[in-house]
């Protein structure tokens, strides 16, 4: 079974310098989670309840979708297949 790294879909989005400016768009959304994090009660009750980490890989994986998403829309379909084998990874079967 396969994976996406979340790291390696970081690394590719930052260096992105199609049209959408996929990086700078990225980048405001992980903005945005901080400052809903910060502010809004409701995000911080559930921060309380299910834990800083938790919270943080649910809100790492938000970003990785979005980033996917916005990676898709700039590229064609040969590129960002490219893509996702770079950031597919095997999962342990241990």
């Known amino acids: 079974m396969k994976t996406i790294n979340g790291d390696r879909v970081a690394e590719i989005t930052s260096s992105c310098g199609k049209k959408l400016k996929v990086k700078?768009?990225?980048?405001?959304?992980?903005?945005?989670?901080?400052e809903i994090g910060n502010k809004n009660?409701?995000?911080?009750?559930v921060m309380e309840k299910c834990g800083e980490e938790l919270c943080g890989a649910f809100f790492g994986t938000l970003t990785t979708m979005f980033s996917l998403h916005l990676l898709a829309r700039t590229h064609d379909s040969k590129d960002f297949k490219e893509i996702m084998e770079k950031i597919?990874?095997?999962?342990?079967k241990a």
């Open 41 to 45: 009660p409701i995000a911080k009750q």
């Open 24 to 34: 700078e768009v990225a980048g405001l959304l992980v903005n945005t989670l901080e």
């Open 88 to 92: 597919e990874v095997e999962l342990d």
